[in-house]
């Protein structure tokens, strides 16, 4: 198993630009996270899913836009990117009532 | 969420036991204490959880206090490798199919020296 994979491990946009953030995961986990880590700081939680065509916010959703099709994949949208977005994104799965969240290797990702 | 206390850092040195504290005073009857732990440039990686009782697996030990309101994580021989964030996360079990979500702190920071 690959795990918890994510795309691009590095990006530099300009500030209004857009992206997304890939994330796939091979373990059929229902849940799945998306996380961010400012330096020096803990993860926050921005969006979560707990199974295809469920989202929901978590604790820092604005500027962001996830959607879920399948169990395998949760990308992140950033539409209008701005300096503050600059930050390192993590992804996470897990199984549904399980304690063990997996986590992605991040993209780093900065805005100028 | 439960507030949690850990030490900014600490240090140890390569195969000596290390001890990392995590004050939860405010933990809730149902909350599991979970640990996390970050290696340099990676993304978390689970270590270890529990309820009230003391818990160990191939990486660490988890002693919880009686009345619940702190507890230590334990790595027996430190190795190089261990150096790392450690996150020590009290969190409600889910529950219905309901999502579990974990609260990161700025977590202890542990240097093992060679």
């Known amino acids: 198993n690959a795990g918890v994979t994510q795309t691009p491990k590095f990006r530099i946009l300009k500030i209004g630009q857009s992206m997304t953030l890939q994330c796939t995961q091979d373990?059929?986990?229902?849940?799945m996270y998306w996380y961010r880590q400012d330096p020096g700081m803990g993860l926050k939680l921005i969006y979560y899913?707990?199974?295809?065509?469920?989202?929901d916010k978590g604790e820092v959703p604005n500027g962001y836009n996830v959607s879920r099709s399948t169990t395998e994949d949760f990308p992140l949208r950033l539409e209008l990117a701005a300096p503050s977005q600059t930050s390192v994104y993590f992804c996470a799965s897990s199984y549904p009532g399980r304690n063990t969240q997996y986590f992605g290797p991040g993209t780093r990702l900065t805005v100028l | 969420d439960a507030k949690t206390t850990q030490p900014n850092s600490m240090e140890s040195n390569e195969e000596e036991p290390v001890h990392l504290p995590c004050n939860h005073s405010t933990i809730s009857g149902t909350d599991y204490i979970h640990w996390y732990r970050q290696l340099p440039s990676q993304g978390p990686e689970y270590v270890i959880h529990?309820?009230?009782s003391n818990v160990n697996n191939r990486m660490a030990s988890l002693a919880i206090a009686e009345d619940r309101k702190s507890s230590t994580l334990i790595l027996h021989r430190a190795t190089l490798r261990d150096a790392a964030v450690y996150y020590c996360?009290?969190?409600?079990?889910?529950?219905?199919?309901?999502?579990?979500?974990?609260?990161f702190g700025k977590g202890t920071l542990l240097t093992v020296n060679p």
């Open positions: 899913s707990v199974g295809a065509g469920i989202t």
């Open positions: 529990g309820l009230t």
């Open positions: 373990m059929n986990h229902n849940y």
């Open positions: 996360i009290p969190a409600a079990p889910a529950s219905g199919g309901s999502n579990y979500k974990l609260t």
